[in-house]
């Protein structure tokens, strides 16, 4: 029975990298796509792009640990604060914050890349 929990516990650790990588990509692709839609003027895309860069960001976020958790929180607060600055029309500075955090998506994803290696 320990053998069994020990190699359970193995496999979802080996695992967590991987959970994370898919959402931290799928994040990366919502927000490089925010950042386009802010830079043509494009609020309601901006704000479906940051919503759902938002979401995967998050998950990313529980599933990851140390360096990657730290960036992906950073890019979760960034992506919080361009959905609030184009809620309320300030298209340019919502754009700002977008690019910000797909500088940390990238970083927190460079980690869970290492990670898994």
Do not use: C, W
Request: hydrophobic fraction near 45%; proline fraction near 3%.
């Amino acid at each position: 029975m320990k053998k069994i929990i020990s190699i359970s516990t193995g496999l979802l650790l080996l695992t967590t990298p991987v959970f994370a990588d898919n959402h931290t990509a799928a994040a990366l692709e919502h927000a490089n796509a925010a950042v386009v839609n802010g830079a043509d003027g494009q609020t309601p895309l901006l704000l479906e792009q940051t919503q759902a860069a938002l979401k995967h960001t998050m998950a990313a976020s529980k599933e990851a640990k140390s360096v990657p958790k730290t960036h992906l929180d950073a890019a979760a607060k960034e992506l919080n604060k361009a959905n609030e600055l184009g809620n309320l029309g300030h298209i340019g500075s919502a754009t700002s914050h977008a690019e910000a955090a797909v500088k940390h998506i990238e970083m927190g994803n460079r980690y869970i890349g290492y990670i898994k290696k």
